[in-house]
């Protein structure tokens, strides 16, 4: 049988036999299921979705809590004047017009870009023959990027790899959990639910990876440093996927830098999602005519520079109307907790030292219209407390029409207004 407390314990049922699968059965007497999706529509067969139950059984909502009996018991779409009560939990119908459990909706997670139910993944594990019992939490890595960790119980040690072949029979790529964890139970809280935060920390030993096959080249063996010391994985075969190695999008950007450094070759970034082991990637950049990296040099230093069309059409549209903002660019930011001004302006003049860009005016010389670049431009914040008043009345006030033979094209403020600090900033498109 199956319930939650707010519909009085007990709303699906099943008779078990013995070779039968196990699922949460049909729903009893007096008592309506509804799976849906995250806009209260119905999903079809085979499609997970939220199990959201009424009937006779629901409770009244929870005592003394008015806000989370509003969220949880809402309004029966289905049956007017009638109320349902959303359990959280995540079923689909089965082509008998059972339910089978999917786990919990607060058990989704989203691991590069992909909407995951882990209950999903779970159940695919404990269908392997030689695995009791699974859980598959999301982790996070040093740069805050999701991956999965598998942790399941065994009366035997799993060949990893033939695991991973079975669950890819099964699921997308990107459900297949980047770390195996074998361990001896499922720690569980107090009241049997499985205590997520007591599971360990994966390791490198839990890695999922393929048969190992050693580098074959000289190519090979050089993105095999490369990965090593960007995955932290000692150990990587040339059949191993990046991903299934802890990568993800940002890792790729570093292996995509690195490969520029050491290889003098540039490797786009697609090439890797596309080609994620050592031997397709090395397959590719010995096969395709790829491009050799070449350093932009910075060009001699002079007074005057030459100006691009855009450029010169914006300055020449800008000269017919002078007090013009069209060209502006402005952005208006709530600045929260404690603010330093002078830090804030700091960074500011820090920006304009570094970039010429933040240092450029533009003026006519012979008829020609030329980028001016000034070596040294100081940069100020201005800071004002203001009167109570709307925000867009302070951008308007803000926004001013540039000269645009005066650098830098750019300004910024602090506005205190009501306790609020607003910082603005408005930047010329040229």
């Known amino acids: 049988m199956y319930g939650p407390t707010e519909t009085t314990i007990w709303s699906t049922v099943k008779r078990m036999g013995k070779t039968d699968s196990i699922t949460i059965g049909k729903p009893i007497q007096n008592t309506q299921v509804y799976v849906l999706d995250r806009h209260n529509q119905l999903v079809p067969e085979g499609v997970l979705g939220e199990l959201c139950i009424g009937g006779d059984g ?144 994966p390791d490198v030993n839990g890695l999922i990876s393929g048969d190992y096959e050693a580098p074959q080249t000289v190519l090979q063996e050089t993105l095999v440093t490369i990965w090593r010391e960007v995955l932290g994985v000692e150990n990587i075969g040339i059949h191993d996927n990046f991903f299934d190695l802890g990568g993800h999008s940002l890792k790729a950007t570093v292996v995509m830098s690195d490969i520029r450094r050491h290889l003098q070759i540039e490797v786009p970034l697609k090439e890797i999602f596309t080609r994620p082991t050592i031997f397709e990637l090395s397959g590719y950049i010995e096969q395709s005519a790829v491009n050799v990296y070449e350093t932009i040099e910075p060009c001699e230093e002079r007074e005057f520079y030459e100006a691009s069309s855009a450029q010169k059409r914006m300055y020449s549209i800008q000269q017919l109307d002078k007090i013009s903002t069209a060209y502006n660019m402005p952005s208006i930011f709530e600045l929260k907790g404690e603010v330093d001004r002078n830090r804030i302006e700091t960074v500011f003049q820090q920006l304009v030292d570094r970039h010429e860009a933040l240092r450029t005016s533009f003026e006519t010389v012979d008829g020609e219209i030329f980028q001016k670049n000034w070596f040294n431009v100081e940069f100020q914040l201005i800071s004002r407390e203001l009167p109570e008043t709307d925000v867009a009345d302070i951008a308007k006030t803000f926004i001013q029409p540039f000269e645009l033979d005066q650098a830098p094209l750019f300004r910024a403020e602090l506005a205190t207004v009501s306790g609020k600090q607003y910082l603005m900033i408005d930047m010329h498109h040229i």
């Not at 929870?62 to 109320?83: A, C, D, Q, S």
């Not at 349902?84 to 079923?91: A, E, P, R, S």
């Not at 799993?158 to 361990?183: G, T, V």
């Open 58 to 201: 629901v409770a009244r909502g929870y005592f003394n809590r008015e806000e989370l009996t509003k969220e949880k018991f809402v309004p029966n779409p289905f049956i007017l004047g009638e109320r349902m009560y959303k359990t959280g939990d995540l079923v689909r119908w089965l082509p008998d017009g059972e339910l089978e459990y999917g786990g919990r909706i607060d058990h989704q997670v989203k691991i590069r870009g992909f909407r995951i139910e882990l209950g999903e993944i779970e159940t695919q594990l404990v269908s392997y023959p030689k695995v009791k019992e699974a859980v598959v939490a999301a982790k996070e890595d040093e740069q805050n990027q999701k991956y999965l960790c598998a942790y399941v119980v065994s009366d035997e040690t799993l060949d990893k790899a033939r695991l991973k072949a079975y669950m890819k029979e099964h699921l997308p790529d990107y459900m297949i959990p980047s770390y195996l964890m074998e361990i001896d139970t499922i720690p569980l809280t107090n009241n049997g639910k499985v205590n997520r935060s007591a599971l360990p920390t």
